[in-house]
């Protein structure tokens, strides 16, 4: 091949002018596309930025004191002292109470779906728990106040008040009575728990759908039962998925903001009983933000939420990092 | 991965008669339970959607789509201002979160696997996750606190924030199911990357996307937490007032609409909020029409656009 490289005939220029032709505007394009992949980016960063600029006044005020255990239930703008430790407690109570019915509630639905359902229920079903996951929240918080705390939390929780909150050492977390309203951390959790079986489900149901069928068929052969096969086969492989699922689903009931406002009662009390009144850390911000005229007060509020976000953060991140890992065993397409 | 003393009972489980129906009875029973779990998980979701459309229908009438809230404790009246306002809010919302969106979705789904690829597709998962509420503080400080004043403007930055996600996803799995020979068909014919794009890809994909906005509009008219100081709520929003006032006192066009859109409004989940905290029947009984309202918009636009969705997708794979 001849290299005359400046021969307007030459293979390479003939290359050159043909790309040029050819992707003309590719360029402006792809950092069009690019700036708008970026913009993602920066919307994370800078939620993590601003929160941590605007609590900077709080922060240098109360420390770490703020977000560690103390018996000292002190919030109150009117002296200026701001201790975040019952919302946390709430949310984390609120939070386990869920995550503990939900698991197996979602656990079952998962292989229902994805083991045993037929084909004709299974589309539908699905649909069904999915549109638990569509409901706003405030028609959750709405039915929470005037239906499911009457007729469901009071009886539940005078029962396990009388039962539970009898037994020594338990009495601490079930120390009745509870509020004639209902209005209780049990009554936040049982609604989380309701709000958070579509997350769990559907990605665990995800998670078995995507385990190779040979698995299956290798237990089956072995003459293992149907549920032999999901509990001692399936169960296992795809743990770390489900793993994964479960602090989806946790991370969700963190932030959940308005079901829980409306029926938890938004009460700082000494107690640590679930049958009484409490306080989440998004409730408290969702109440008293607005009103905030205070800047330490609504610094200490943004001190709250910088919290929240870096927790669920990091759940939301080790979270997908383990569905992750199970789609890539199996290669297809799996996200949390 | 059971332990090797699980595995020798379980050999001699086989072997037996007598193991051999306890073991099918056990697989019988836990069935049985994995079905009753999931009836149990549907209860709620009908006995949801069965009370809110019981209340909501008793209180629905024409005056409250049409009327502004009347003072408290007087009965009557509307929500016609949450109306306008969810309306506006969420067309906002489309207008900021919709470019963008698809835009961070064609290079998600064509460069999945280059460091700003994996960057921003792990980006929307986190961002799918932070609570609406912190989203929330983040337009405060973004919008409210520079401009000095609760408005439409920063409730729609808000919800905009809370679609984005939403969006990308759905488009970013649309774009993937478009057949890639499709794609090389347009280059090979001569179309530039972008052209490719804008002409064949993503009319290809379009209903898809379509489905995946609709999904994203449906979550962000039902969030309540982002908007509560952000559009912070407005009982005597009315755009009618507004234009009308504006137009006695010939303000121009722009001016118009910057008083539609500068000042706070309210939504529907917002308005239902504040109703079912107050004593009065009149307002919880508009918060349960509110609720039937918002509801019936949700679950008809989710199973309107998931069906679509399943046809166009078993559409563009062949099947």
């Not at chain 1, 590719?26 to 690019?34: A, I, K, Q, T």
């Not at chain 2, 799918?128 to 400080?141: A, N, Q």
């Not at chain 2, 905290?277 to 039937?292: D, G």
Request: a positive charge.
């Amino acid at each position: 091949m001849l290299k005359t490289s400046d021969s307007p005939l030459s293979p390479r220029s003939i290359n050159t002018r043909i790309r040029k032709t050819l992707h003309y505007g590719d360029r402006p394009w792809f950092v069009l596309v690019g700036m708008a992949a970026v913009l993602i980016l920066l919307l994370v960063l800078g939620i993590g930025w601003l929160l941590w600029t605007d609590s900077s006044l709080a922060r240098t005020a109360f420390g770490l004191n703020f977000f560690l255990p103390t018996s000292n239930a002190s919030w109150n703008p009117v002296r200026d002292v701001y201790l975040s430790w019952p919302f946390i407690y709430g949310t984390l109570m609120t939070s386990i109470v869920a995550l503990i019915i939900a698991l197996p509630v979602s656990l079952g639905i998962a292989i229902f779906l994805a083991e045993l359902s037929p084909a004709w229920l299974r589309q539908p079903l699905g649909w069904m728990v999915e549109l638990l996951a569509a409901i706003p929240s405030v028609i959750y918080g709405l039915w929470g106040i005037f239906v499911f705390l009457p007729l469901v939390v009071v009886p539940v929780g005078s029962f396990l008040g009388l039962t539970l909150g009898q037994i020594p050492l338990l009495s601490l977390f079930f120390k009745g009575p509870i509020p004639a309203s209902g209005s209780s951390r049990l009554a936040a959790g049982l609604i989380l728990s309701i709000m958070i079986t579509p997350t769990i489900a559907a990605v665990t149901r995800d998670v078995f759908m995507a385990i190779p069928q040979s698995q299956r068929e290798a237990s089956l052969a072995l003459g293992a039962t149907r549920w032999e096969t999901i509990s001692q086969v399936l169960l296992p492989y795809g743990l770390s998925g489900i793993l994964g699922a479960v602090i989806l689903g946790f991370g969700r009931a963190l932030g959940e903001t308005m079901a829980v406002t409306m029926v938890i009662g938004n009460s700082i009390e000494g107690t640590l009983s679930l049958l009484r009144p409490g306080y989440t850390m998004s409730s408290v911000i969702a109440n008293e933000f607005a009103e905030a005229v205070n800047i330490l007060h609504s610094q200490a509020l943004i001190y709250v939420g910088l919290i929240l976000f870096v927790i669920t953060l990091l759940l939301n991140m080790g979270a997908r990092f383990l569905v992750w890992r199970v789609a890539r065993k199996t290669s297809t397409e799996v996200r949390a | 991965m059971t332990s090797s003393s699980q595995s020798l009972s379980n050999v001699r489980l086989f072997q037996s008669k007598a193991g051999f129906q306890r073991r099918k009875i056990t697989n019988s029973v836990m069935l049985a339970v994995t079905g009753l779990l999931t009836i149990l998980a549907i209860i709620p979701l009908v006995w949801i959607i069965v009370y809110v459309i019981y209340k909501g229908i008793q209180y629905i009438n024409l005056a409250f789509f049409t009327q502004l809230p009347r003072p408290l404790g007087i009965p009557g009246g509307g929500v016609l201002n949450a109306i306008e306002g969810t309306i506006v809010l969420t067309s906002l919302a489309a207008l900021f979160s919709i470019p963008p969106a698809i835009l961070a979705a064609i290079y998600a789904a064509y460069r999945p696997n280059s460091p700003l690829g994996i960057a921003a597709r792990f980006s929307t998962d986190v961002l799918s996750g932070v609570p609406t509420i912190i989203i929330g503080i983040f337009c405060y400080g973004l919008v409210v606190k520079p401009q000095g004043h609760y408005s439409a403007l920063a409730g729609g930055v808000a919800l905009a924030i809370v679609m984005f996600p939403i969006i990308v996803r759905t488009t970013e799995e649309m774009i993937k199911l478009v057949p890639h020979p499709m794609r090389e068909a347009s280059l090979a014919l001569g179309a530039a990357e972008w052209k490719t794009s804008l002409s064949v890809v993503l009319p290809a994909a379009a209903n898809g996307i379509i489905t995946g906005i609709l999904l994203g509009l449906a979550r962000a008219s039902g969030e309540t937490a982002p908007l509560l100081f952000t559009a912070l709520g407005n009982e005597n929003y009315s755009i009618g007032n507004i234009v009308r006032s504006g137009v006695a006192s010939q303000q121009s066009l722009i001016e118009i609409l910057k008083r539609i859109l500068d000042t706070p409004v309210d939504s529907l989940p917002l308005t239902l909020y504040k109703y079912s905290q107050q004593p009065f029947p009149e307002r919880v009984n508009q918060a349960w029409a509110a609720a039937l309202v918002l509801m019936a918009f949700v679950l008809v636009v989710n199973i309107a656009s998931r069906l679509y969705f399943q046809r166009r997708t078993s559409q563009l794979q062949g099947k």
